[in-house]
């Protein structure tokens, strides 16, 4: 399997799901959004908390992730709904450059809630069934851009469901495909390992630097890192440091050269794996994952973890079999096999490699059908 | 099944993959460890004797520091071993 079918952009870019976004510039649109969403089957809201009186490189992230998800090759077309047009139309813009359609309707130029919500709905209605007549058509796996995430992790994270990730990354990057791992705090301890596979001193240097700027953070608001990450499920689940969940953490990123450090929701140049720096919460990861055009991400859990990102499907993956038994319906791929009888990590990697060519090719997760659709965008300082 | 998982050489520590009772005997590659204590589910049996300040070691990297001495076959974890990173209030 070394094709998967996606839907052709008009950048050249693949999708492996073809939506409408409706999104919306800041939290005082995000009811407008979500009844467009419920009014138009196809949709997908984006739903951002935050977004009005960011600063500075706050606000140009703001826009970019936005915009980002926007562009997604998973996205067909998008509205974006406002208070305020000046925003709006710099996410549109964005997004129009990739080719894709995006309309901008804002409570400035509607003057109320009910007729905002009416014009955006008439718009997605016809995107959605331009949307319809699009087709999957056969692609080589170099225009699948894949994220690795995980949370709720335990120990079988660290022992199955993450060094599946690993595997299927590598085989990914053999392929000529593209892999994205973040989550700039479980770097933490495993640096050896990571700065050994950069492509540079200078990429070296940003991986320090990333790491850096949560210890000096950390040592600037004088917490004890512990309790917070590790979490309290994750000690629960066997985890005793930051170092330990480190260290099975990056297995998730496989055994590939290190092309560049990201910063948040930014997209890589070229192929093959990429780090992003970012922070390890679930939902504000694989927001900017999804951003940064991933068409997919694999999200290793060891406790559970239902959230999904809207964007790219969310496809679950745990090593523990009490999780994969208690939380079936959440699960998408078990592979606790590797435990409970013996099965190789070899044999873990190939059955999660053919998993996430079916999730390309259009089988729903399991947080899809459950219609999880939150969103949060990272952010530095606070707003004004 | 597998019940226990070692993972490189140098490590001094094991993860357990059932809810160890006191007593509980493992096989670790021809060698036998017993436990002292409860271990849950997943969570990590000393292969060694460690004293208060000793480096702890799994996938043969350091993941921990102990706090107080540790026995061999004692279940390790956050409360006699923490973090050397990410101490920001000390």
Known sequence: MNTWKGYKRADGAYGARNLVAVISTADNSNFIARRVSQAVKGTIPLCPCFGRGEIGEDMEQHIRTMAGMGSNPNVHSAVVVSLEPVI?????????????????????????????????????????????????????????????????????????????????????????????????????????????????????????????????????????????????????????????????????????????????????????????????????????????????????????????????????????????????????????????????????GEELYAKTVQYANGKMTSSEVLDEVEIAVSRRGFTV | MKTIVKFEEKDNVAVVLVDSKENQEFCLGGEKIVSIEKIPYGHKIALQEMKKG????????????????IEKGSWVHVHNVESIRGLGHR
């Open chain 1, 88 to 348: 709006a139309e710099k996410i549109a813009e964005k997004i129009r450059q990739t080719g894709k359609e995006a309309a901008v309707f804002c409570i400035d130029e509607c003057k109320d809630t009910i007729r905002c919500v009416e014009q955006a709905v008439r718009a997605a209605e016809k995107m959605v069934i331009q949307a319809s007549m699009e087709e999957r058509i056969e692609t080589s796996m170099e225009h699948l851009v894949l994220g690795v995430e995980c949370g709720g992790s335990d120990t079988t994270s660290g022992i199955v469901s993450n060094p599946a990730l690993g595997y299927v990354a590598d085989k990914l990057i053999d392929l000529g495909g593209t892999v994205i791992m973040s989550e700039t705090t479980e770097w933490m301890g495993a640096e050896s390992n990571l700065l050994g596979r950069a492509v540079s001193e200078a990429v070296g240097e940003k991986i320090v630097k990333a790491v850096r700027w949560y210890e000096d953070y950390i040592q600037s608001i004088g917490v004890d890192l512990n309790g917070f990450n590790p979490a309290p499920d994750n000690i629960k689940g066997g985890l005793s440091t930051i170092e330990e969940k480190a260290l099975g953490s990056i297995k998730k990123g496989g055994s590939k050269a290190i092309e560049d450090v990201l910063s948040y929701s930014r997209r890589p140049k070229g192929k093959g794996l990429y780090l992003m720096d970012a922070p390890t919460g679930g939902v504000e990861n694989t927001t900017g994952l999804s951003a940064a055009g991933c068409q997919l991400i694999l999200f290793s859990t060891g406790k559970g973890n239902p959230m999904g990102n809207p964007v790219a499907p969310t496809v679950k993956v745990t090593g523990n079999a009490r999780t994969a038994s208690a939380s079936a319906y959440n699960i998408d791929v078990d592979l606790s096999a590797v435990l409970t009888e013996e099965r190789t990590a070899d044999w873990a």
């Open chain 2, 54 to 69: 000793d480096t702890v070691y799994k996938y043969g990297e350091p993941v921990a520091r102990c706090t107080s001495d």
